[in-house]
């Protein structure tokens, strides 16, 4: 049965070209069991082909015709080929995490095929240090980045010892019901239970939009950035358009450190990811001579579900609203960069404490629609970027998990460049970890890899800062 495609995810499917494939990623590391012998990863990849039911959700895919009127909508793959979806590969030697990143940046920037459902995971083995490693995507217009990082928590267990685990594409008939199982899913961020609304819903919710929109185009007008919309970015080398060859690069830090540096200036661990980020794009724009006078802004998705304690659902979409910020990459001192990111993002969560969830959706489509006309019109370079690039940081297991009693060691989000918006930071929290990834288009941001460097002098200047160093 065909379900209408909610407004949000059409915007994704309508966007997408060769260049600008939409869709998000997760690489997780997983360290082999003790039992595990030669044939493992094969083993794995054979086990994961044969799995009886496949979820509703990994079965759909778009379709519009004249008997939809035109109007897009899911329908189930009747034809589903289970080995196009799931695929077994190797590294070439000497198998280094560089050769890893070199594979899933080059299976990051493949499109994604209407005709079929959208989704691939892949298995990788050949690493020198025999983890297997496993990389999975999936097209925003089925999920958000919360969706995504529920779904693939959904295949974990904090038992070492459980067997006959399924992956997330499997279908479960029952969620979990030990206590274990259902803390894990508490800990990574609920799946909407559902994005689609019918008109006069839409309608009804959106009778306070006005006030709404005259708040943010009053925000706006000051130079402000501290909603769901701005026109305060600079020109950067960032907002051009760009190929759709892609570069992954991904690295862990303690999220100690982070918290550390949150308690002693009163901030937040989120205020903290934001200010290293704008510490190392001020390094790394630096010493490529391109650094705007103005501070870059970032575009903050807020997963409006993500404090329910719900099960991973089957019927996917998007629930996101946006917060901009300003990264302060103009200020030299990190602590007033860190101030000034704290401050923006208080007044920015107060704005849309006023709004309700349907308004904090629609105010984030208005502030999304330039980015989405600009290439379509060809005004990248003429007009100003709405925002300069995607930053988000997505939750995941606060504690150790496993598949079949592969423990997984890493985690790591790959997400979406686009035009005008080249490059990407998602970061993903496990096990007392903060795990950044970086994606962005290969040609329009050089040596991506050496923002990690930058990163961490970052979180080095901010310790400084606060008095820990």
Known sequence: MATPIDPQSVGFLLAESRNTPIHVGGLLLLEKP????????RDMYEESLMVEKVRPLFLKRPHRSLATGLQWTWTEDEQFDIEHHVRHSALPEPGRIRELLDLTSRLHGQQLSLERPLWESHLIEGLNDGRVAMYTKIHHALVDGVSAMRLLGSAF????????MVPPFAYRPKPPRDEASRA????????????VRSALGVAAEAAGMPSALIKTLQTGARNETAGPASYAAPRSILNQRISGARRVAAQDWEIERLKRVAKATGTTLNDVVLAMSGGAMRTYLSDLGALPDASLVSMCPVGLN???AHVASDKGGNAVGTLMVKLGTNLEDPADRLQGIHDSMVAGKQAMESMTKAQIIAMAAIGMAPLVIQPVLRLNGIMRPPFNLVISNVPGPREPVYYNGAKLSGMYPASVPMHGQAMNITCTSYNGQM??????????VPSLQRLLIHLEDALVDLERAAGLN
Do not use: H
């Open 34 to 41: 003790d039992d595990a012998g030669p044939s493992y990863v």
């Open 435 to 444: 795990g950044f990834g970086l994606t962005g288009c290969r040609r329009t």
């Open 184 to 195: 894990l899913v508490r800990a990574a961020a609920d799946v909407p239970i559902s994005a």
């Open 157 to 164: 267990s904090p038992d070492p010892d459980e067997r006959g």
């Open 306 to 308: 993500a404090k329910q």
